[in-house]
């Protein structure tokens, strides 16, 4: 499976960004979903999971109540819908595409990657 992620840019903090993640080839269903990011200077972190198609969910505490995770299976898309953006926020944000496991929040369990996009957020 190929992916695109898309929707980064520039926003002021509080504001609001949604990213997209666009799949292109066969079986986007069967996959585990994830969002990632990496800051300048940092290791790549968790940021979101959901399940296949029973859409289960998990966020990084960092986001909780702030950031929400979805996927829309007809659409071969996965989306995070980023509210009340912070400065500490910034990095590039990675989807990545995986197979099911206890542990979702791990980049271990992703075997596909998209290239990235630049959410920057000012204070």
């Known amino acids: 499976v190929q992916l695109q992620a898309s929707g980064g840019g520039l926003v002021q903090a509080g504001g609001s960004l949604r990213l997209s993640c666009a799949a292109s080839g066969r079986s986007f269903s069967s996959y585990v979903m994830g969002w990632f990011r990496q800051a300048p200077g940092k290791e790549r972190e968790f940021v979101a999971a959901i399940s296949r198609n029973v859409y289960r969910t998990y966020h990084a505490d960092s986001v909780k109540g702030r950031f929400t995770i979805s996927r829309d299976n007809a659409k071969n898309t996965m989306y995070l819908q980023m509210n009340n953006l912070k400065p500490e926020d910034t990095a590039v944000y990675y989807c990545?595409?995986?197979?099911?496991?206890?542990?979702?929040?791990?980049?271990?369990?992703?075997?596909?990657w998209g290239q990235g996009t630049l959410v920057t957020v000012s204070s």
């Open positions: 990545a595409a995986g197979y099911d496991g206890v542990d979702l929040s791990s980049l271990s369990r992703y075997e596909y």
